[in-house]
Nanobody
Framework: QVQLVESGGGLVQPGGSLRLSCAAS????????IGWFRQAPGKEREGVSC?????????????VKGRFTISRDNAKNTVSKHTVYLQMNSLKPEDTAVYYC????????????????WGQGTQVTVSS
């Protein structure tokens, strides 16, 4: 059974930081990247960042480069379960959205069309 479980969302002031976690299991990791996508009210869902389960290569959307960092917990990862983090610094009100963890086909360059599995999402609100 595929599971992608997000945690770590919440309310933070502008300029603050949050770390999101995604616990992924139930699929063959070698074929996928684990990614973070977000959807703000009234906007389309967009790719934020992805990390390849195969070689650790990363992708970032221009809007988050230099502020967000995606990483794998290599010490905890096993054949059947991976944990991926998204460290978000210097948060802005425009980062407010529901953040979704997803399993993304390796050939899709962190695009929504390449997502095979979604998590339930976690709310991030940046407001003073």
């Amino acid at each position: 059974q595929v599971q992608l479980v997000e945690s770590g969302g919440g309310l933070v002031q502008p300029g603050g930081s949050l770390r999101l976690s995604c616990a992924a299991s139930g699929f063959t990791f070698d074929f996928y990247a684990i990614g973070w996508f977000r959807q703000a009210p009234g906007k389309e869902r967009e790719g934020v960042s992805c990390i390849s389960s195969r070689d650790g290569s990363t992708y970032y959307a221009d809007s988050v480069k230099g502020r967000f960092t995606i990483s794998r917990d290599n010490a905890k990862n096993t054949v059947s379960k991976h944990t991926v983090y998204l460290q978000m610094n210097s948060l802005k009100p425009e980062d407010t959205a529901v953040y979704y963890c997803a399993a993304v086909d390796l050939g899709s360059s962190c695009q929504i069309l390449g997502v095979d599995y979604w998590g339930q999402g976690t709310q991030v609100t940046v407001s003073s």
